[in-house]
């Protein structure tokens, strides 16, 4: 295929056990004029053989074999290579509903002022169940502005985002010294660029929660490395330097303790919540409720309005 209308880019390292059902929800899109990028990155498992046998039933499934870069490399990588301007993101856990790329790519199309997009998605245990439902702000440009004004970051979700390569590569694509928060930022440069996102409220992507995944493995790395971009953020809108994540562990320990002791109460109330989320979807009903209502204790405020949003059901 010569000009895709998308390139969809996934990095995979040892995806096999939700490969198929990745790849499945991707060559079933409505939208069928596409490339399908599967930056392979090092696996030790069967994910190969998988994208092989699909490359031989869907030519337009383009396997990009290497040694293990890194997630924000491979992406990087293939990210390069890839020939249309909107780039398609998707994990190999996930699951593209198959309307997604129609919608996204026709919002794009009608709204010329944005450059990147992404999604709502349900929340999945191992087993394919919903559990839940992301929730997003970020409905318009205004709202993006008005992030930009309090000085805040966005976030949005990585693997349901949609966004144009030319933006992508100006910016300077993912940094890996932020993994694993790189996406957020690389969703801020976007905006440091005068580039802007806005998340349609429309449920188009299955978003796995399972107990050994990147965001129960990562989850406090990732509060960490999103607290040293926020701070990477507003220097640079400050017109300062960046600072190094060494510099900033030191200025966090030279912090009055009663300031970080407030610190660690709102982590762990987020961390307790997202861990709270992915026992719920592995139906352990009692460590769920334990993690609630520690999560509630530490922030109630966050807990309540996080439950609320996402609206979590109980089968």
């Known amino acids: 295929m010569k000009f895709p209308a998308v390139s969809i880019i996934m990095s995979v390292f040892n995806g096999e056990e939700y490969l198929h059902e990745a790849i499945d929800s991707v060559l079933n899109q409505t939208f069928e004029n596409f490339e399908f990028i599967i930056s392979n990155n090092g696996s030790l498992d069967d994910t190969k053989k998988i994208i092989n046998s699909y490359q031989k039933i869907d030519k337009r499934i383009i396997l990009f074999d290497h040694d293990d870069f890194g997630f924000s490399e491979s992406l990087n990588q293939a990210i390069k290579i890839s020939k249309s301007n909107i780039i398609a993101r998707i994990d190999a856990d996930d699951v593209m509903e198959p309307n997604r790329l129609e919608e996204q790519f026709n919002f ?27 929730f997003s702000d970020l409905i318009s440009v205004e709202i993006n502005r008005r992030y930009i004004n309090k000085n805040e970051p966005i976030g949005l979700l990585h693997p349901g985002a949609m966004f144009y390569r030319e933006a992508f590569l100006k910016v300077g694509g993912y940094r890996k010294e932020f993994a694993p928060a790189e996406d957020i930022d690389l969703w801020n440069r976007f905006n440091d660029y005068g ?8 449920v188009l992507m299955n978003y796995r929660m399972v107990q050994n995944s990147e965001i129960g493995q990562n989850f406090k790395k990732s509060r960490q490395k999103y607290e040293w971009l926020r701070e990477c953020i507003w220097l640079r809108r400050a017109g300062k330097n960046e600072i190094s994540f060494e510099e900033y562990i030191e200025i966090k320990k030279a912090l009055p303790l009663l300031t970080k002791l407030n610190s660690f109460r709102k982590n762990q109330a987020k961390y307790l919540y997202r861990k709270a989320g992915i026992e719920f979807g592995s139906r352990n009903i009692i460590s769920f409720i334990l993690n609630i209502i520690a999560a509630l204790i530490l922030q109630p405020s966050y807990t309540i309005k996080k439950l609320i949003n996402q609206r979590i059901r109980i089968n």
């Open 195 to 202: 580039y802007w996102a806005v998340v349609q409220q429309k």
């Open 108 to 134: 794009l199309q009608k709204n010329k002022d944005v450059t990147l997009i992404s999604c709502l998605a349900n929340y999945i245990n191992s087993n394919g169940d919903k559990i839940g439902r992301t």
